[in-house]
């Protein structure tokens, strides 16, 4: 494990130096090859939390042989404490924009499309606006590639790359198993690379700047900035880019309120990193993060956050699974009988054992990450849920 | 019935009629009327060639495709942590008050839904919550009592 200091950088939101789309220009002048091998050479992984490294998906899609192949960009962006992917499209789509172009003229597709959350429809005026410039230098550099927006229609799931795909085709958002994978098979059947809206933007990034000074970023497992979005006990709430691998303390330090009891990394879907901690903690590092860091400080109440979490799950579970189905709601009804004492305290580490085959029975990212946040609050705040 | 089949001829006509544009054609059936009734998606299950069982089981799915009619100005109060830290709890209640219902409640008229909702994803300026397709952030009870007073006087 390496960590460095706290680095706040300027890569992803840095303005647009260049006219418009000339990064794509400059890219489409070069090897598709050596442009998928300096993808991959510069460690960027997928932004929206499963970490999955883009210069090997891309690189498998380009291999497939369709006579159409897909491009997504997912910006469904649900995980509670988390709003980086709406600022990227609100203030630098460009960036979003030539990403998807890029990889669609290494891999060879013609469509692409936005999965765009209900919840931010009222962004859809202006990415319109944008999408009409990127159309037409798309045409000057006679590049075969078009981008329309799919709205979503309010589920947090569908931020799961296969149940996204379902709800896309008119099905009910439920996740598929996996493999086979979106590459080989997803919408509508046809090979379909699904990144985040920071991993496109990053991967413009890395095609603008170089894997070589891209790599100098972050630690020797982590490459690159990333975006992060904190809320909660914080004076300083909003989106911020920081080099990857600092140490929780020192984030905590600049970013809380001097009160900081613990941090949620990752989101719902997370960790909650108790104070003591801190210091052993390197974000970035081991689990990849979407960015969502939530910050409570000594005055709240971890089992009200837990309850909170419980609640959310619960709700958004697609339903289609039992462990997950179940196990959220009994997860939730098994907090509240232990803080009314109608269960004993020991019913707890029964309740942390049911996550825990959530994960390894749950069809996807939802159910088996539930035991994250279930098991670290409950396991380092253990005498706030029972008392 | 006549304008609900018109509609449904017109939106599937403008998105297509293969399945992957079920969402965006009942989309614009819930734009249009406000909720997605049991007759609008037998015409779309028509109209798309497969079962009604199919078109309300994708409905159902999404918390923004209703099938049952509620207000026309639909208000989501974002209920995820950080919103609830900052306060939800007295927006609602402010908002309880003034439209004379319970959360999860229509007023009579149909005029409002009073709900709540999972992260709208705007955390950093929470609480925070959506009317319709406008967002509203950095909310106390007066600011609360300032756009809902806007809405009820201004707004039909």
Redesign the interface.
Known sequence: MTSHKLRKVDVIFSPYSVAPYKILKDTMQRDKNEVIQELIDSGLRGRGGAGFPTGLKWKFAAAEKSDIKYIICNAD???????K??KLLVEVPRKVFSGMAICAWVTGSTKGYIYL??????LIPKLKEELALYEKHAKEFDLDFSIEI???????VCGEETALIE????????PRNKPPYPIQDGF?GKPTIVNNVETFASSTMVFRYGAKEYIKLGTDDQHGSKLF?????SPK???YELELGMRLDEFAEEFGDGDTKAV?VGG?AGFCIPRKNFKDTIIGEGNTTGGST?I?NST?SMY??LH??LE?YA??S?GQCTPCRVGTQQLLKGIEAVKNGTKPPQYLDNLIKLSETMKLTSKCGLGQSVTNSFSSIVNNFREEILF | MAEVKELVKKLSKKYGKT??????V??GIVDEENCLSKAAMREVAQEMDISAAEVY??AS?????NTKEDGKYKIRVC????C??KGKQELIKVMEDMLKVKLGETTQGKRFSLLE??????????PAM?IN???FTELTPEKVREILGDYIRNKY
């Open positions: 962006e649900g995980e509670p404490g988390t709003f992917d709406r959350r209900r919840e931010y429809r009222y799919f709205l979503g229609a309010g589920a947090y709800s896309m085709e008119g099905k009910r958002g439920e509508l979005s904190i809320s909660g006990d709430e909003g989106v949620q719902v939530m409570f709240r009200n956050v909170n979490y959310f709700e958004e697609c | 399945r992957e544009n079920l969402i965006p009942l989309q089981g994708t799915f999404f918390s923004f495709l209920k995820s942590i950080t609830d830290m909702t999972n992260c709208i994803g705007l955390c950093d300026k929470g959506l397709d406008e967002f």
